[in-house]
């Protein structure tokens, strides 16, 4: 019975010494940096395995591409500059200038019933402007497009429609009404209007100030030297806000929307130029 005691316990210490010399626990273990990580817990059968020097770099590098090129240098960026700010700029100016000097051949050759037509006919892309600037189903940059073009078409006809006959309204009349509509704008503004409709409202009610400025200026020339001399300096002052816009446009405005606003700063800065400077009619 001894013998067999004696016999197990050595064979036990003959275990412990094999096991000893097999497993070395003092031994470092070193991992390559591009040794394949479990992304799941199983290596081999779905292909679940990634590179950690690999993965990480690309996705930090894709963050900072993707935010730079959202809001400096990217082309989508430049894009929207240019889609969504030069070109409305253009468009408006051209479309201003198309109707206000179309309609003096148009008196010319058909007199008041074509000239009343014409207004007819403005009104009507008007108002098909303005019912689609408030049907959500077109993007917010498409609304606000025709909101802009309904609000010069507006104007143009209301424009176009003072010309038929003479103006009943006096100016003081016709200040305490455009004081009225900006307020009642002014109002309505963020609680009521949707997108479209404030480049509606804007547009028009820019319009208008410009003409009653021109006119005050005509009615108040003769009496006040101050606003002989203003005349011109609106002008520069106009200048000066083009190349603000411009600026604005291409280094602040991030989004389309923004790009849009400054559009509209850049027609309304490039008419007031034009008439000051070089005398286009309104």
Not at 38 to 50: K, M, P, R, Y
Not at 126 to 131: A, F, H, I
Not at 258 to 274: I, Y
Request: glycine share 6%.
């Amino acid at each position: 019975m001894k013998m067999e005691l004696e016999g197990g316990k050595i064979n036990m210490m003959k275990h412990l010494q094999s096991v000893q010399k097999s497993t070395h626990p003092n031994e470092a273990h070193y991992y390559s940096f591009r040794q394949p990580l479990a992304l799941s817990g199983h290596e081999g059968s779905l292909n679940e395995t990634a590179s950690v020097e690999r993965h990480f770099p690309k996705t930090t590098g894709l963050h900072k591409t993707t935010l730079l090129e959202e809001k400096w240098f990217g082309p989508s960026v430049w894009k929207s500059k240019l889609y969504d700010g030069i070109l409305p700029a253009l468009v408006m100016i051209l479309l201003t200038l198309l109707f206000n000097l179309l309609f003096i051949p148009v008196e010319v050759l058909f007199g008041t019933p074509g000239l009343l037509i014409y207004t007819l006919i403005i009104l009507a892309g008007g108002v098909y402007s303005l019912g689609k600037c408030v049907q959500m189903r077109f993007d917010e940059i498409t609304r606000a497009w025709y909101g802009l073009i309904a609000g010069l078409l507006l104007w143009f006809a209301v424009n176009t429609a003072g010309r038929l006959g003479e103006s009943s309204f006096s100016i003081e009349v016709e200040a305490v009404i455009l004081l009225l509509a900006v307020l009642v704008t002014a109002t309505l503004w963020k609680t009521v209007f949707p997108l479209g409709v404030r480049f509606l409202a804007f547009v028009f009610l820019v319009e208008w100030t410009l003409r009653f400025w021109l006119e005050l200026h005509v009615f108040l020339a003769e009496s006040f030297e101050f606003f002989q001399w203003s005349y011109y300096l609106s002008g520069f002052i106009a200048l000066s806000s083009l190349i603000f816009f411009l600026l604005w446009m291409f280094q602040k405005a991030e989004s389309r929307i923004h790009h849009l606003w400054a559009a509209v700063g850049v027609w309304f800065c490039t008419l007031m130029v034009l008439i000051v400077f070089f005398q286009m009619p309104l």
